[in-house]
Each structure stands twice: as structure tokens, then as C-alpha cells.
């Protein structure tokens, strides 16, 4: 598994096929994002992240979309170092960790917060984060200071700031990861948020 030192930015490759995954996957590490993610829905999914796999060559990468301890597991056998999941569930958390890999739950209320820190979780997903905003940052702080938050859904290159400055740990672009790339500076429009966070 490549060794994970941040998730300040995630790519998230949904959808794409093999050979658009690997291709992108190697834009995104080029242009200093420190993680790559490929949702694992269907055997595609499955398909694309063997070839993500494929070019890691030490690069951290994560399975998205893990519903099950099952799929948890299938994902860390192929390297997976990161396990997201759009909500929280006990036994995709708990397998993930026996992994060796760092479960990334999604939360959206106080009670989601509740149970991942119940389980020992200190890094969080806020999903879909468009929906509830970055002020939510703010206000989830009080009663738990220690949470740190992945900012998903509804983010791209624009708005991510917004989430940076209200004090997410990092950003994920999914539909918007494109658009990154497309940038006439990309890596330079990533090292400005990364430096937002440092």
C-alpha cells in the first residue's frame, strides 16, 4: 500500500473505465494531489481500480464507495490504503482498520459524528458537503473539536477554498475533477490549497 501523509485533495474517478482512470490517475499524482479515489460500484469500478492499482507504483490510492466489510477487504488485497464510504457503518470501519487502511466514513449529522468517534476516528467525509454548506464546519467544532473533515460533494477548484478556510482538513473533486486537470495551471491551482491548509 502506498504510505498516506495527507488528504489535503482527492481526485475521485467515478465512472470512467479502466483506461480513463489509469490515464487520470496519473494527471492527478502529477499535479501534486495526494490521493487518488475510484468508487467501487460494479465490476468496472473493480476493473478500474486494478488498473489505478496497475500505475500506483507507491502512490497512494482508495476505494471509493465501500458499502460492505466484504468490499473492504477486496479493495486493501489490491492496495487499496484508503477506504471512503458514503456513510458510516461499524463493520466496514473496523475491517478496514484490521486492513492495515484508514477508514474514511461520510457523516452528515451530529449522530454520524457520534458513532465515528465512538469507533476511534479522528478523519471524517462530510457528504455531500453541498448540501449542508461550510459553515457547518464551524458549528460541528464545538461538540467535537478533535473531528477533522474531508469536504466531498459539490466541490471543485472554485468553492474549495471556502471549505478550506472554515477548517476542513481537505476537499474531494469528483464530477468536477476534470475541470481540475483542464485548469491552465493545475498543479499550481493544487499547491495553492494545499498551502491553505499548512
Known sequence: MGR?????TVAILRSLGAATSRE??????????DLVEVPV????????L???AEVADGRPFGAGTVLTAEASRRATGMGASVILSPGIDAQVVTA??????????????????????????????LFPASQVGPHWLGHIRGPFPSMRFVAVGGVDHLNARDYLTAGAIGVGFGSSVQRVLDAPDPAGVIAELHALIA
Open 4 to 8: 498516506l501523509t495527507a488528504l489535503r
Open 24 to 33: 487520470l490517475a496519473l494527471r492527478s499524482w502529477e499535479i501534486g494531489i
Open 41 to 48: 460500484q460494479g465490476e468496472s469500478g473493480w476493473a478500474s
Open 50 to 52: 486494478a488498473a489505478v
Open 96 to 125: 478496514t482498520l484490521e486492513s492495515g487502511a484508514i477508514p474514511v466514513p461520510g457523516v452528515m449529522t451530529p449522530s454520524d459524528v457520534t458513532l465515528a468517534d465512538a469507533l476511534g476516528l479522528t478523519v471524517c467525509k
